[in-house]
Antibody, heavy 122, light 109 residues
Framework: QVQLQQSGPGLVKPSQTLSLTCAIS??????????WNWIRQSPSRGLEWLGR?????????NYAVSVKSRITINPDTSKNQFSLQLNSVTPEDTAVYYC????????????WGQGTLVTVSS | QSVLTQPPSVSAAPGQKVTISCSGS????????VSWYQQLPGTAPKLLIY???KRPSGIPDRFSGSKSGTSATLGITGLQTGDEADYYC??????????FGTGTKVTVL
């Protein structure tokens, strides 16, 4: 059974960097048949896919156009986890952030983290 | 912002059936599988349907999915009070980026 456990601060100041981590159990961040995603949800933007990282002989990333200039998703193979960094945040980035797994070539997310409410405020 | 369009709400009495539509385009639904998620208040979305019409283990056959062209539909039969939740459709776009629907609130009357 795959489990995703999120951690990170719930309050970030404007212009600073939002950082979250998703620890994986029951699967490997280096799996050749999975990809590791960050998704957020807010009342104004609904569910919004932010990006993914995955390993297919080398590491790849895909990012949403809306955050492409500000986002980094990195795997950490030593800890079997992956992280989200979102730079230069504004109150518009206030949302519940989820990590989630999708399988190779499959357009669905079968396992989700518990969610982290991140508020951007001074 | 959500790319796929869903009705804001649907409702029906217990035991009845509801359907939720999800409208997209040739750059998303038209060329990719569709999935559906149920989100109970305060919880993460839960996979209900994948590959247009397949149910993960443990999902009752009261839930069904279909796709035609650039639209998809989720059906819930034998509606129960426990089905009150928000429902979202999802797929990829032509650049393999995730896209979601606007969400539909199901109310059991």
């Amino acid at each position: 059974q795959v489990q995703l456990q999120q951690s990170g601060p719930g309050l970030v100041k404007p212009s600073q960097t939002l950082s979250l981590t998703c620890a994986i159990s029951g699967d490997s961040v280096s799996s050749n048949s999975a990809a590791w995603n960050w998704i957020r949800q807010s009342p104004s933007r609904g569910l919004e896919w932010l990006g993914r990282t995955y390993y297919r002989s080398k590491w790849y990333n895909n990012y949403a156009v809306s955050v492409k200039s500000r986002i980094t998703i990195n795997p950490d193979t030593s800890k079997n986890q992956f992280s989200l960094q979102l730079n230069s945040v504004t109150p518009e980035d206030t949302a519940v952030y989820y990590c989630a797994r999708d399988r190779t070539g499959d357009c669905y997310y079968d396992y989700w983290g518990q969610g982290t409410l991140v508020t951007v405020s001074s | 912002q959500s790319v796929l369009t869903q009705p804001p709400s649907v409702s029906a009495a217990p035991g009845q059936k509801v359907t939720i539509s999800c409208s997209g385009s040739s750059s998303n639904i038209g060329n990719n599988y569709v999935s559906w998620y149920q989100q109970l208040p305060g919880t993460a979305p839960k996979l209900l349907i994948y590959d247009n019409n397949k149910r993960p283990s443990g999902i009752p056959d009261r839930f069904s999915g279909s796709k035609s062209g650039t639209s998809a539909t989720l059906g819930i039969t034998g509606l129960q009070t426990g089905d009150e939740a928000d429902y979202y459709c999802g797929t990829w776009d032509s650049s393999l980026r995730g896209v979601f629907g606007t969400g539909t609130k199901v109310t059991v009357l």
